[in-house]
T-cell receptor, first 114, second 114 residues
Framework: DGGITQSPKYLFRKEGQNVTLSCEQNLNHDAMYWYRQDPGQGLRLIYYSQIVNDFQKGDIAEGYSVSREKKESFPLTVTSAQKNPTAFYLC?????????????FGDGTRLSIL | GENVEQHPSTLSVQEGDSAVIKCTYSDSASNYFPWYKQELGKRPQLIIDIRSNVGEKKDQRIAVTLNKTAKHFSLHITETQPEDSAVYFCAASVLIQGAQKLVFGQGTRLTINP
């Protein structure tokens, strides 16, 4: 979806380094999500946020951190505590549901270790 | 928590034939079931979804069926074409404190043979 922009497309991390992945949306969605995708596997939830200044851990939050200072932005930091960071990272957004609503994804960031 | 199993992991069909992918879920509170198509290196794209108050939904060559009693749902693609080749993911959603959480299956790699 053109309304969700992730950058950079490719990112390389040195050992002991923290790196930050950007996610911006102009869909006026309240909810935003970060997923990790490993080769040949499904998506696993890292963190999610329903509103500004609030976020919750997903299923694999260890070694990651997020912030939600603006409605449009939900950056993900991969810290040095994440020992196996190589993966495809996907950001998604959706309207806060009264009923369930579709999640729409950005183009992803591929993170590798140098 | 919710667990989603998806089968088969790979599927190869002749062009023009039908393809069926099946998913089962564990949490009876799940009430929204989207299907995503992901081409190599690209974002997952929503192709069809179904809510728990509906048993079947169709959109041109694509249909989804839901059996709440058995806790399984299926994707049906008829008259397959080469451009249907991709990885397909099912997901089940549950609302937790107003936040939608999607749990994804492991994916099915569909290959359409000309």
């Amino acid at each position: 979806d053109g309304g969700i922009t992730q950058s950079p497309k490719y990112l390389f991390r040195k050992e002991g380094q923290n790196v930050t992945l950007s996610c911006e949306q102009n869909l006026n969605h309240d909810a935003m999500y970060w997923y990790r995708q490993d080769p040949g596997q499904g998506l696993r939830l890292i963190y999610y946020s329903q509103i500004v200044n609030d976020f919750q851990k997903g299923d694999i939050a260890e070694g990651y951190s997020v912030s939600r200072e603006k409605k449009e932005s939900f950056p993900l930091t991969v810290t040095s505590a994440q020992k196996n960071p190589t993966a495809f990272y996907l950001c998604a957004s959706s309207m806060v549901p009264t009923g369930n609503q579709p999640q729409h994804f950005g183009d992803g960031t591929r993170l590798s270790i140098l | 928590g919710e667990n989603v199993e998806q089968h088969p992991s790979t599927l190869s069909v002749q062009e023009g034939d039908s393809a069926v992918i099946k998913c089962t879920y564990s949490d009876s509170a799940s009430n929204y079931f989207p299907w995503y198509k992901q081409e190599l290196g690209k974002r997952p794209q929503l192709i069809i979804d179904i809510r728990s108050n509906v048993g079947e939904k169709k959109d041109q060559r694509i249909a989804v069926t839901l059996n709440k009693t058995a806790k399984h749902f299926s994707l049906h693609i008829t008259e397959t074409q080469p451009e249907d080749s991709a990885v397909y993911f099912c997901a089940a959603s549950v609302l937790i404190q107003g936040a939608q959480k999607l749990v994804f299956g492991q994916g099915t790699r569909l290959t359409i043979n000309p």
